[in-house]
């Protein structure tokens, strides 16, 4: 029984490092972390460092980058009122100030979470270039 006490002792560490693996998480300077509980959202992790929360099946934690992105669609070709053409180039700038918020407005994985944030901000663009043809 004693030559046994090793390996004993070597799974039980192997198992801890394991369990401490699946309960940290770091959040970097430029995210802020939400903490997701059966996909509720529980905490929201602003400062960086290491963070905890529970393993995989219970808790989950969705990072969102929070640097400022910009978004440049394509130069549009119009026309305004005396059938003149313009072209309009574009860009937005734009970054996620309430992760919760946006999160709960967009409800997906941060891939699709940023082309989402894209599609409304080019219907928004699209709304606001149909203000050319109104003028000289």
Not at 3 to 25: D, T
Not at 28 to 40: H, M, N, S
Not at 51 to 70: G, H, N, Q, S, V
Request: hydrophobic fraction near 45%; charged fraction near 25%.
């Amino acid at each position: 029984m004693k030559k046994h006490w090793g390996v004993i002792l070597l799974a039980l560490i192997i198992v801890i490092v394991l369990l401490g693996y699946a309960m940290a998480f770091t959040v970097r300077y430029q995210e802020k972390a939400l903490v997701l509980r059966f996909g509720k959202i529980v905490r929201v992790k602003e400062e960086p460092g290491l963070k905890w929360k529970w393993p995989f099946p219970i808790e989950k934690a969705e990072r969102l980058d929070c640097r400022i992105r910009t978004y440049e669609p394509v130069v549009h070709q119009l026309k305004t009122r005396d059938e003149n053409t313009v072209l309009v180039g574009l860009y937005v700038n734009w970054r996620i100030v309430n992760p919760e918020n946006f999160y709960k407005t967009f409800n997906k994985p941060q891939k699709e979470l940023v082309t989402e944030a894209e599609d409304a901000i080019q219907k928004w663009l699209s709304t606001a270039l149909n203000v050319f043809s109104e003028y000289n």
